[in-house]
C-alpha cells in the first residue's frame, strides 16, 4: 500500500488547510484510517482516526477545529484544519491499518505562522 499525503503549507493563524492522503488501493481494505503529526522535538501523537464502522477521534487539542473525511471513489482520506494555531505547525503523517499491518505516508509539513 502506497500512501501520497499533500495540502501542507504555510498559513497564518487562524487559517485553513486541507489534508489529503491518497492510497493506492480501495480504502475499504482498511480497518482505520487516520492522521498523526509530529512537531520539532515531540514525539509523533494522533490528531484524528476514523474506522470502517464510522467511529471517529479527534485529540482533545484539535476537537472542533478539524475534521476526518474520506472519500470511498477517490480512495482518498482528508483532515480539514481551520482555526489554525501556531502550536499545530509540524509534520503531517497519514497511517492506515488493514488488520496488524500499519502503512505510513510521507509527511507533509505544516506551518502555522504570521
Partial sequence: VQ???????LVQPGGSLRLSCAASESIFSFGV???????PGKQRELVALKTNRGIIKYADSVKGRF?????????????QMNGLKPEDTAVYYCNVNRGRTQYWGQGTLVTVSS
Avoid: C, K
Fill in 67 to 79: 475534521t476526518i473525511s474520506s472519500d470511498n471513489a477517490q480512495n482518498t482520506v482528508y483532515l
Fill in 3 to 9: 500512501l501520497q499525503a499533500f495540502g501542507g503549507g
Fill in 33 to 39: 484510517m487516520g492522521w498523526y503529526r509530529e512537531a
